[in-house]
């Protein structure tokens, strides 16, 4: 053995033995948490989930004014469900904090699918850390044309209600839309949904980490009131396509 080679391995067991050890990942609770539900008795309905993109352990993307992507989106699914008050059935699910993104979001996919929900929504915004970034985007997977439909309706309906709105990315000829493939940030929450053949797509607005003319609107005193007006059309919008 080297010199070098020695020094190295007494080096890592010195620093191993002071290392804190990581903490066991905490059990899963044997009760879930309930889903908050509106219209609960209404099992026929088309049923849509609102679910946040993070938890209260890790709370996303930081807007410019200190606001984070679940501080700002638990408003506006909390408005939503308050405003709402159409035939489609709406739940929500708080990602759990003791549980890893990826299986976080498996858990979320087969308690959508015991109740069954038809559409899951995951709620961000977005942050590239560039001044000029610009952009309303729905993630769906590629090749998903249930999903298309739907994201092809909230793009029209956002950009009538925002005009301000831009839009860089492109799918299948739709301005705004996103097919994500398998290494894109978002695309495990769609493949668990999609798996158990529950339509699904990330909503991801408006870059909120630089104040622009497309995030002030937002992000600014109640601006989250805004959103949640847009999310109520859609769904009204939903309800006329749907023929409830």
């Known amino acids: 053995m080297g010199f070098l080679s020695f020094f190295k391995k007494a080096y890592y067991a010195i620093i191993g033995a002071f290392k804190v050890k990581p903490s066991p990942r905490i059990k899963e609770p044997e009760s879930k948490p309930t889903p908050s539900i509106i219209n609960p008795d209404d099992d026929g309905a088309f049923c849509v989930a609102f679910i946040e993109g ?24 909390r408005y939503v469900f308050k405003n709402y008050s159409g035939k489609i059935r709406l739940v929500t699910f708080d990602r759990p904090d003791y549980m890893s993104y990826g299986s976080a979001v498996e858990w979320l996919a087969k308690e959508c699918d015991n109740i069954n929900v038809d559409l899951a929504i995951e709620l961000h915004f977005n942050a590239a850390g ?25 793009n029209r309906t956002y950009l009538a209600m925002f005009p301000f709105a831009t839009f860089r990315r492109i799918y ?11 290494r894109d940030a978002g695309y495990w929450f769609c493949y668990h949904m999609e798996k158990r053949g529950i339509a699904s797509m990330l909503d991801e607005p408006f870059f909120a980490d630089f104040r622009n003319e497309e995030s ?15 999310w109520v059309k859609c769904l009204e919008l939903l309800e006329e396509e749907l023929n409830l």
């Open 130 to 154: 560039v001044k000029t970034a610009r952009g309303n985007h729905k993630r769906i997977i590629k090749g998903d044309h249930e999903s298309l439909s739907y994201a092809k309706l909230f």
């Open 216 to 230: 002030e609107p937002f992000m600014e005193g109640d601006g989250y009131k805004k959103l949640g007006d847009y």
């Open 172 to 182: 299948e000829g739709v301005k705004g839309v996103c097919g994500m493939g398998r």
């Open 54 to 77: 993070h938890s209260w352990r890790d709370e996303g993307a930081r807007s410019y004014n200190k606001k984070s992507e679940k501080s700002f989106n638990d408003k506006v699914q």
